[in-house]
């Protein structure tokens, strides 16, 4: 069994993987290999990279078309794919929002006023994508894209791939929380757990064993939040009021592709259970646990599919 860290991406990306191979080497070879593509992807997606493409975008909003390298087409037309299908609670055009909403400085909520105007640059319907001659245009001046919400899970895919390449196909990348999950380790299945946000004691209220190669991605109000007047507001806001989503404590959502599930669990916090369910039903290439404010557990009738549950008291 490997482990090895790196600070990317503005979070803590961690890859363990169990391999056959005792060439320490080798191994190393591997985790370097896709811990360089992360990085590249880093200065392709990041916003907060004044000579990244996506900042490039941003300058020419309003303005004209930009040659974006591939992983920000692919990027994109995902984010575009998720946030038709979610009628906008994914989407990627949410940083002028999302900015003003800094939670992490803020101590008081901002003005309605300027929300408003924030608001009025939100809009993926005004993301031009022409994925031929690998163009993006954002039609109004003042808009932005932030990938925050979708790059590290596919950050974490290519990751992947890089390590499949180097023949490891058991391992765990965690890319800041979100996970991608590959094979198996000697003792069996890779196990995790969903934790009750609200809840001090260290046991899952829900804990799994992962059936299939997947990405697992968990969004909730518990870790980016400020309080003011006995309520709490968090990073995660609907791109449709404005505001931080109520309704839900927290969102996990399985997937093929642990882009998806990085994005789809953004918005099924936002969306609730009933619409969450209606989007699998589309999509079925993704499940959900969702933790309501009742402390209910609702599953997707497709979980099955990505994992078994187990007594937490058998393996933590």
Known sequence: MYEQEKVLMGTVMKIKAETAD???????EAFNAAFRKISELESDLSEWRETSPVSEVAREAGVKKVTVPLPVVAVTLTSLDIAR??????DVT?????????????????????????????DYRQIELDTLRHTLFLKKAGMKIGFGGIAKGYAARQAG???????????IINAGGDLYVSGRKKEGLWTSGI??????????????RVKQPCGI???????????WKGKRYHHIIDPKNGYPAEGLKSATVFSDDPAKADAYATAFFIMGGKKALQVIRQDPSAAFILIDREDRVLRSPNLANYIEEFTAQESF
């Open 22 to 28: 005792p060439d320490e080497v080798k191994t190393r």
């Open 85 to 90: 299908i979610t009628d906008g609670a994914f």
């Open 94 to 122: 949410f940083l002028p929002l999302g900015k003003l909403w800094n939670v992490k400085s803020r101590k008081i909520p901002p003005s309605a006023d300027s929300i408003a105007s924030a608001m009025a640059k939100v």
């Open 161 to 171: 791939e890089v390590l499949r390449r180097h023949g490891i196909t058991n391992f």
């Open 195 to 208: 934790k009750n946000p609200d809840e001090k004691k260290d046991m899952p209220i829900v804990a799994f």
């Open 217 to 227: 991605a968990t969004s909730g109000d518990y870790e980016n939040y400020f309080t």
